[in-house]
């Protein structure tokens, strides 16, 4: 089949660029800048992190060209995914106030080994979480932040405090320690985030044997389709997770969640509820532990209200044209089949 393609003057012509504000800090950051295209299927999001180069950024471009543009990619316009309530590595007297803003969820995801904290802040948190949850599954995330005896050691704490995890997400940074971990905590499942999402090979994790579980995101990997695939191809349960996206990214997500069998994994896709503005009317936060798959359209006044400063602007244009630069020198490999 052809190439789905808009060209660059298009894409750009139909670019919205905004910068949201957050109502909690998240990666370090207490604003998301996001580009939000008029597609002519759908709405789509092009958001990668800042610090991304093109050849990591160019993977966002291509989902986001699939989901605006590409006619022939199924979208369910109505029903709901289950979503994980995210907890950001705040104080533990925190965490009511955050728990407060999800909705209904059932699971919650809690993040730990944050830089310049301690096992004990941890534990802290993960205490307040069940304080204030007390039937919730939990997860975690350390985002790679241990060393392979840090992770055994918070493990084991964790354990010994009585914590049960669905998972526990990138517990540290490599292939091969993640295999060391699971080896070391037999009885702990091991899910893979970074080294599926930005490793060149996918699927060289669960070759490996170094997980249990993969996270898969549709901006990081290219797309709803290539998503789907990486989970089918990885043999393993799968979580659909997303990068603090608008309401139109997590969408796309939710479209994602809906297409993997079943039994589902809730989806890390509540994260609207850490933005203090979004650029929908009615921003995609878990109602009854649950997110809309209904398509997310957004409102002309919110894009002119958080539209980006023209320097702004003009970085994202730049940053759109490395990376339909890099897609094209690719040649298919982004492309449907
Ligand atoms: O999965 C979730 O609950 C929310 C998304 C999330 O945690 C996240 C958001 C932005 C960047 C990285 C991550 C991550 O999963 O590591
Ligand atoms: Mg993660």
Redesign the pocket.
């Known amino acids: 089949m052809e190439r789905v393609h808009p060209s660059l003057a298009d894409l750009l012509e139909r670019a919205h660029v905004v910068a949201l504000p957050l109502n909690t800090r ?2 370090g950051v207490t604003e998301r800048e996001a580009v939000l295209f008029a597609g002519t299927e759908a709405w789509s999001e092009f958001s990668p ?1 800042l610090e991304y180069a093109p050849a990591e950024a160019s993977a966002w471009l291509a989902a986001a060209i699939e989901y605006g543009f590409d006619a022939s990619l199924e979208r369910l316009d109505s029903g709901t995914v289950e979503v ?3 907890v950001p590595a705040v104080t533990a007297d925190a965490v009511p106030q955050v728990l407060a803003r999800y909705d209904g969820c059932r699971v919650a ?1 809690v ?1 730990v080994a944050e830089r310049g904290q301690m096992l004990a802040d941890d534990l802290a948190r993960l205490e307040a979480v069940r304080d204030a949850l007390p039937t919730a599954r939990l997860r975690i ?1 350390a ?1 790679a932040g241990w060393s392979v005896p840090e992770a055994v050691t918070a493990l084991r704490a964790m354990t010994a405090a009585g914590f049960e995890f669905e998972y526990v ?2 517990p540290v940074a490599s292939v091969t320690e993640l295999a060391e971990v699971r080896r070391a905590v037999p009885g702990v499942r091991i899910a893979a ?2 080294s599926v999402r930005k490793a060149a090979d996918p699927l060289a994790v669960a070759r490996a044997g170094a997980a249990d579980h993969v ?1 898969v ?1 549709a901006q990081p990997l290219g797309g709803v389709r290539r998503a789907a695939e990486v989970v089918a191809a990885s043999g393993l349960s799968a ?1 659909v ?4 996206d608008t309401s139109v990214g997590i969408v796309m997500g939710a479209q994602l969640a809906a297409r993997l069998p079943q039994p589902r994994y809730a ?5 609207v509820s850490l933005f203090a503005a979004d650029v929908v009317r009615e921003p995609r936060v878990a109602v009854q532990g649950q997110v809309s798959l209904a398509p997310a359209v957004p409102d002309a006044a919110l894009l002119r209200e958080f539209a980006a400063s023209d320097a702004c602007q003009n970085w994202w244009f730049e940053r759109i044209r490395a990376c339909f630069e890099h897609l094209s020198t690719l040649g298919a490999a982004y492309s449907p089949e």
């Open positions: 998240f990666r992190f994980n309530a995210t995801k993040k995330d985002n997400e990138q985030d970074e996270i995101k979580t997770s997303s990068a603090l989806a890390g896709l509540a994260t």
